[in-house]
């Protein structure tokens, strides 16, 4: 089913049917995101660029919008109400999130760990690497873009939904994040990076933060490459950046620090 009217010069089109964003269609068996919002146009958004772009294209991973306006109410497809008990702002109606949910978990994993269904909040558990890694080893996500004041409690507790953050700042809507975290989550997956390496190496991989990268020149207004970097010396390059990342990490995030000195603790090969 799809509704059509005219707002002003624009048209807009809400549609129950969930929209497939990839070129040629993802095998069946490809990492797949669901996404709910109001804004399904701002999908894939930088997604589709460069290598998660180029993934998409090649079917390695699938993303299907759910548009919420098309399970809104009346001839104005209304989504939101004013929050009960007052105040300011509307917040996304439970009956409509609820269709939509239904809409976009049909046919998924019961096991929420394959799949799980996640609502963007500033209120939720932060987003992390090892979340991203846990993703990517499932067969998908469905993420729910949340506007205004946010969503109706109850669709949370009848869906036994996740609630996931960003970071400790407030935006306008999930969208951002939504794009934020599948990049972090696609990136993963098989063959998506050209260089696998890179991803073992980089900032979380190993508790650290990556160390300083220089390329060419090797001398640009005045400073040269650190010279162990062009000895050819493989073994002092590594040891080079290890100190690097442990001296980065321990200035800058003394909670990764820490984190990293206690697995040290418990597993001095790790
Ligand atoms: C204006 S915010 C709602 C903020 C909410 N009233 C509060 O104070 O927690 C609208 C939507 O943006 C999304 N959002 C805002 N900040 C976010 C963050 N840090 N991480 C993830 N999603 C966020 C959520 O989906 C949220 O429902």
């Not at 759910?66 to 001839?75: I, M, N, P, S, T």
């Not at 104005?76 to 007052?86: E, K």
């Not at 809409?103 to 929420?112: F, N, Q």
Request: net charge neutral; charged share 25%; aromatic share 6%.
């Amino acid at each position: 089913m799809s509704v059509r009217r005219a707002a002003g010069r624009l048209a807009i089109t809400p549609s129950l049917t969930p929209r497939s964003l990839e070129k040629r269609g993802t095998p069946a068996r490809a990492w797949q995101a669901r996404i709910i919002t109001l804004f399904p146009e701002a999908f894939p958004g930088v997604l589709g660029l460069s290598l998660t772009g180029n993934a998409l294209a090649e079917g390695l991973w699938g993303l299907e919008t759910v548009d919420l306006r098309g399970f809104g109410l009346g001839k104005h497809r209304n989504v939101d109400d004013t929050p009960a008990g007052g105040g300011a702002g509307m917040v996304l109606r439970a009956d409509v999130l609820g269709r939509a949910i239904e809409m976009a978990m049909r046919g998924v994993p019961e096991d929420r760990a394959r799949w799980p269904l996640v609502c963007l909040s500033p209120r939720g558990r932060p987003f992390t690497q090892a979340i991203a890694r846990d993703w990517a080893g499932g067969q998908g996500v469905t993420l729910i873009c949340g506007r205004f004041e946010g969503v109706d409690q109850r669709v949370i507790d009848h869906f036994e939904i996740t609630e996931m953050s960003l970071g400790d700042f407030v935006l306008t809507g999930g969208e951002l994040a939504a794009q934020a975290m599948l990049d972090a989550t696609v990136r993963l997956l098989p063959d998506v990076l050209g260089n696998a390496a890179s991803v073992e190496e980089e900032s979380f991989a190993a508790g650290l933060l990556e160390h300083p990268q220089y390329t060419r020149p090797a001398d640009w207004a005045g400073c040269a490459i650190p010279p162990v970097l062009m000895s050819g010396n493989h073994g002092a390059v590594a040891r080079w950046r290890q100190e690097q990342a442990e001296a980065l990490t321990r200035a800058r995030r003394p909670d990764l620090w820490a984190a990293y000195l206690a697995r040290k603790d418990r597993d001095p090969s790790a």
